[in-house]
């Protein structure tokens, strides 16, 4: 079991930085996979960023491309979301998700690779 808290959303301005973090409880979160999701009003829940169990791999969606970094610290059992040049339709809530143990090595941009979800933080980005 993986329990999984996310911090750092907000409002902020156009082309302005936030910091998104995702801390774990749960013996097993240096083994396996996380990503972030994202979901705006209206819309489905979509890939945003991912990094396979040792950091060595990540995975960003085509939109977010040169604009967000993602990074994992395992002895602090962290992901972190650092994103920077944010446009009003980034706005979301933003979701941290840890996959299921098969999935640790290769990310997985579906939902349902993802067997873990923290509540979700909300980012606004104002125009």
């Known amino acids: 079991q993986v329990q999984l808290v996310e911090s750092g959303g907000g409002l902020v301005q156009a082309g302005g930085s936030l910091g998104l973090s995702c801390t774990a409880d749960?013996?097993?979160?240096?083994?396996?996979?996380v990503a972030w999701f994202r979901q705006a009003p209206g819309k489905e829940r979509e890939f945003v960023a991912g990094?396979?169990?040792?950091?060595?791999?990540?995975l960003d969606a085509d939109f977010v491309k040169g604009r967000f970094t993602i990074a994992r610290d395992n002895a602090k059992n962290t992901v972190n979301l650092q994103m920077n040049g944010l446009k009003p339709e980034d706005t979301a809530v933003y979701y941290c998700?840890?996959?299921?143990?098969?999935?640790?090595?290769?990310?997985?941009?579906?939902?349902?690779?993802?067997?873990?979800w923290g509540q979700g933080t909300q980012v606004t980005v104002s125009s």
């Open positions: 990094i396979n169990w040792n950091g060595a791999s990540t």
């Open positions: 998700a840890a996959a299921r143990l098969a999935y640790r090595a290769v990310i997985q941009t579906t939902t349902r690779a993802y067997a873990y």
């Open positions: 749960g013996r097993t979160f240096g083994s396996i996979a």
